[in-house]
Each structure stands twice: as C-alpha cells, then as structure tokens.
C-alpha cells in the first residue's frame, strides 16, 4: 500500500471572516491510498483551533505504518483532521476495488439530495444586509456571528432576507451573559438554531436555562467519547469529518448521538468537493445539513458537487465513493 500527501491551496470567491479571523484561501491536505492497482483520496482541512496545522497533520499521516485496515486506523489516529483525510481514502480505495458505491459498503440506502445552508462571514450590518439581500433565494442562511455587538447583524440579516430560515453561530463567540441577552431576541427574528454560543469548557450555564431555541454543540462535539458530556447542555450535535477523524466514526457519532436523543446538524470546514463528498452520506435526514464550503471557493475540483434548488447532490463516483 502507497500513501502520498500533497498540500493544495483553492482560493475563495471573497474573504471569509468568522469572530476567530479572516481567510482568502482555503488550504488542504490530500491524501492518496494507492493499493492493488486502485486509488482512492481523500481531503482534510487543518485547524488551528485544535492545534492542527497542515505541517503537524502531514506529520501524523506520514507517521503511519506501511500497510493498515480501515477498521486499525481508527486506533492510529486519534480522531481529527489527519485520520478523516485516510479514512475517506480508504472507503474511496474500497468502493473502487468492489466496484460498489461508498453508501452501499456502509450499508446505507441510496443517498439523494439535501438543502444546504449558505453561510454569510461576519462584517458589518450593512455588508451582512447585502449579502443577504444577494441570497435571499437561498432558503437556509447560516450567519457568522460572536461579538458582543451582534444584534445590528442580525437585524440586517433578517431585513436583507425575510423569507429565509436563519441558524446562527457564534463560534464559541459570546459569554453567558451576552448569550441570555441575545437569546429572546434570536427568537423574535426567527433564528431556529444556535451554534457553540458559549465556548467548549466553559458551557455549563446552558444545563441551567431553558432552551426554547436549540442549541448546537460543535466544539464541544467531536466523537463519541463528547456525547455523555452535553447531556442537558445541547440539544443537537454538529458532526465535521475534519473532527470526528472520517466517515466511519461520523456514522457511528450519528447514529449513537440519535440513540442519545440528540438531533443531528451534519457541517464542514471550508474545503473543496472532496472533503464534502463523504459528509453528505452523514447528512441523509439530518435537521440542518451544512455543506457550503464548495459554494465558498473560486475554483473547485473536477467533478465537483452539484448544488441547485433541491440541495447539494450525492458524489459522482468520479469524484469520490
């Protein structure tokens, strides 16, 4: 078994911000598993956020031993952007040596379409207002948020876009005093879900207020050793590849996350097609799918995802699974 790592850098349409800062590219790793005549690839998106970087990422993957199973990776790698990268090569390796789709190895019903959320960066009310103007079309918006001044953004938002639904994340963004000040609000303009308003290890006032807006866990959520600790703190789960370390153990989290009684948010790195490719066979019926991040680039891959008016579409085999 051969595996190759290469550094790739897509350019976005327009600078992202989010409270944590700005980028104008997006920069992944792809990985490529080359076995028995086959190849399969996958793509990762580090993040500093969890002390990740594209150097330390390489590093872990090529670390690796000559030769593993899909099933001996998940014991390799702790779970993060370097084992999703692998694991979706290996079920990409695996689809193409069976001559089957992905969905079908993993036991799955055949995948279809889901409506995706758009994401709005963070800027000012009136750069939020035009852009959401500009994607009023769009039926679900998902706005940046996470300083203590949100509330002109949000109002310009809901003003730029009356008809679309609207979630929000605040990306660990506020205090719980800012969060119980905004939250009645959040309800008036017909917000239906919040994301990591209160940063990862310091949410525990969430166990002590009504939550009559749901509440996502996304920092606080990376695989299933996270879930006995958001109990009646979150009421949804946002599932990343780039977190749980792959589609194997994202199958698993949503599947244990539902047992739990946990809704399921499916999201993304901004990254290119192929890091989306395998996200969108965790989506199938989840409350809010998050896929945007293709619809953030200038230029894509080859064969890349189709979004319309019926959400973003299953892979072509020629693209990944």
């Avoid at 990762?44 to 030769?67: D, F, H, K, N, Q």
């Avoid at 702790?78 to 001559?99: S, Y």
């Avoid at 009023?136 to 001044?149: E, F, S, V």
């Avoid at 949503?254 to 965790?282: H, I, K, Y």
């Amino acid at each position: 078994m051969r595996l190759s790592v290469t550094e790739e850098r897509f350019p976005l349409a327009e600078v992202f911000t989010i409270s944590r800062g700005s980028k104008s590219e997006a920069a992944v790793l792809t990985v490529r598993v080359e076995d028995t005549g086959a190849t399969g690839w996958g793509e990762c998106v580090p993040y500093a956020r969890y002390g990740e970087t594209l150097e330390s990422v390489r590093a872990e993957i090529e670390a690796l031993p000559e030769r593993f199973t899909r099933a001996e990776l998940q014991a390799l790698l702790p779970a993060g952007a370097a084992r999703n990268a692998v694991d979706c090569a290996l079920w990409d390796l695996e689809a193409k040596r069976a001559g089957k789709r992905a969905w079908e190895l993993a036991g799955l019903e055949r995948p279809g379409p889901e409506i995706t959320a758009y994401t709005l960066s963070l800027g000012t009310p009136d750069d939020m207002r035009a852009k959401a103007a500009a994607n009023a079309h769009r039926p679900l918006l998902k706005i940046k948020l996470g300083t203590p001044d949100d509330m002109p953004r949000l109002e310009a938002v809901r003003a730029g876009a009356p008809k679309s639904r609207i979630i929000v994340d605040a990306n660990e963004g506020w205090t719980a005093e800012v969060y119980a000040d905004l939250a009645p609000h959040l309800i008036r303009l017909g917000v239906e879900l919040v994301e990591q308003p209160l940063p990862a290890g310091a949410d525990d006032m969430l166990a002590e207020i009504a939550r009559p807006l749901p509440v996502c866990a996304d920092e606080s959520c990376h695989d299933r050793a996270s879930l006995p600790g958001l109990k009646g703190k979150y009421d949804v789960v946002n599932i990343k590849l780039d977190k749980t370390g792959g589609l194997t153990e994202a199958l698993a989290l949503r599947d244990a996350a539902r047992a739990e009684g946990f809704r399921v948010m499916v999201g993304c790195m901004v990254g290119s097609s192929l890091a989306m490719a395998p996200a969108v066979l965790v989506a199938q019926g989840a409350m809010v799918t998050d896929l945007d991040g293709p619809l953030l680039l200038a230029k894509d891959r080859p064969h890349a995802l189709r979004y319309d008016a019926a959400g973003v579409h299953p892979p072509e085999a020629a693209l990944w699974g």
